[in-house]
């Protein structure tokens, strides 16, 4: 796994407001869902290299997957400007993500 899902979170309110493109992973460094998708999210990045990626650990009592309403991992929830453009739930293809990743940097 590329990089593993950072235990410290950022608030709600820091998250709203992000300027620009980013996107947030939601999930577990020890989910098998989430390390079968981390190929298909790294290929998906290296052509939008200007999109922030945030991967967050999610699980019970973890206040910032509550707040997107997480019920799966991974969830990939695509912001502009703090704003939700579109949301991914287990990702199976890299052209879904890369499509969003495409209308979030131009929205």
Do not use: N
Request: glycine residues 8%.
């Amino acid at each position: 796994m590329p990089a593993p899902y950072a235990v410290e979170q950022p608030t709600r309110s820091d998250i709203d407001a992000l300027a620009g493109a980013a996107v947030l992973e939601f999930g577990t460094d020890w989910c098998g869902y989430c390390r079968a998708a981390q190929p298909l999210i790294a290929q998906a990045f290296t052509e939008h290299p200007q999109v922030r990626h945030l991967k967050v650990e999610d699980g019970p009592g973890r206040p910032l997957g509550r707040s997107f309403g997480v019920k799966l991992w991974p969830t990939l929830v695509f912001l502009r400007d703090g704003r939700e453009v579109a949301r991914l739930v287990r990702p199976g293809d890299r052209a879904a993500i890369s499509e969003a990743l495409s209308r979030t940097a131009a929205a």
